[in-house]
């Protein structure tokens, strides 16, 4: 009887410390997939980010270079009169904004993606603080204002090359000056973009900041 209950009492103890060694194997395997996924998501987070940035920069290229490419020489008719006519960017003090914002704007974000892309190659994370978070927000909501208001100048002039001035014999300068209103509409376009992309990369740092 001694012997018997032994044994039993042997039995349960294996197979309590088969459950426990379970219970743990399990818990351990969960932790290990959950840690997986979240390294996963943050690694796309990061790749976004960098896109972003480069994306950001691109479109900031094209809009500076559209710009200082804009120009064209041609004739317009003015009661009957051919007159000869040279536009060139630098004419307008809107352009010459949008020239200097975006200038500044493309080296902030490559400023921006150099940082990203080492942070994402050494598998460290984009954001090391809340200070680098806010300075982050801080700097693509200043660049992302100043391209509003430079795309808008901009926006103003261009329009009114377009559709001439009422109630005098200015024409339409567009219709002769075609190549030079496309270089400046493009121009306008991505400075537009390039302030959305600005504005998306701030609602990023505000979700970190939200989360740490």
Same mark, same amino acid.
């Given at each position: 009887?001694?012997?018997?209950?032994?044994?039993?009492?042997?039995?349960?103890?294996?197979?309590?410390?088969?459950?426990?060694?379970?219970?743990?194997?399990?818990?351990?395997?969960?932790?290990?997939?959950?840690?997986?996924?979240?390294?996963?998501?943050?690694?796309?987070?990061?790749?976004?980010?960098?896109? !972003?940035? /480069? =994306?950001?920069?691109? %479109? *900031?290229?094209?809009?500076? &270079?559209? $710009?200082?490419?804009? @120009?064209?020489?041609?004739?317009?008719?003015?009661?009957?009169?051919?007159?000869?006519?040279?536009?060139?960017?630098?004419?307008?003090?809107?352009?010459?904004?949008?020239?200097?914002?975006?200038?500044?704007?493309?080296?902030?974000?490559? !400023?921006? /993606? =150099?940082?990203?892309? %080492? *942070?994402?190659?050494?598998? &460290?994370? $984009?954001?090391?603080? @809340?200070?680098?978070?806010?300075?982050?927000?801080?700097?693509?909501?200043?660049?992302?204002?100043?391209?509003?208001?430079?795309?808008?100048?901009?926006?103003?002039?261009?329009?009114?090359?377009?559709?001439?001035?009422?109630?005098?014999? !200015?024409?339409?300068?567009?219709?002769?000056?075609?190549?030079?209103?496309?270089?400046?509409?493009?121009?306008?376009?991505?400075?537009?973009?390039?302030?959305?992309?600005?504005?998306?990369?701030?609602?990023?740092?505000?979700?970190?900041?939200?989360?740490?």
């Amino acid at each position: 009887m001694l012997g018997g209950r032994k044994t039993t009492a042997c039995n349960e103890e294996v197979v309590e410390s088969k459950a426990v060694e379970n219970g743990t194997t399990t818990s351990v395997s969960q932790a290990k997939s959950s840690s997986s996924q979240l390294g996963a998501l943050l690694s796309k987070a990061d790749v976004a980010h960098v896109c !972003l940035r /480069l =994306l950001c920069m691109a %479109s *900031s290229v094209t809009a500076l &270079s559209s $710009m200082l490419t804009a @120009r064209q020489a041609s004739t317009v008719t003015i009661y009957g009169f051919h007159l000869p006519v040279y536009s060139k960017w630098s004419f307008a003090q809107s352009f010459v904004y949008v020239v200097g914002v975006t200038a500044f704007v493309t080296v902030y974000s490559l !400023l921006q /993606l =150099l940082i990203s892309g %080492s *942070s994402l190659l050494r598998k &460290s994370p $984009m954001i090391h603080s @809340r200070n680098h978070a806010w300075l982050s927000f801080a700097g693509d909501q200043v660049f992302a204002y100043a391209l509003m208001s430079a795309g808008s100048a901009a926006s103003g002039v261009s329009n009114l090359n377009r559709t001439g001035i009422r109630h005098t014999p !200015l024409p339409n300068f567009c219709k002769s000056l075609d190549i030079f209103c496309d270089h400046i509409a493009i121009s306008i376009a991505f400075t537009f973009l390039s302030c959305l992309l600005l504005a998306t990369s701030a609602v990023q740092s505000v979700i970190w900041l939200s989360n740490n």
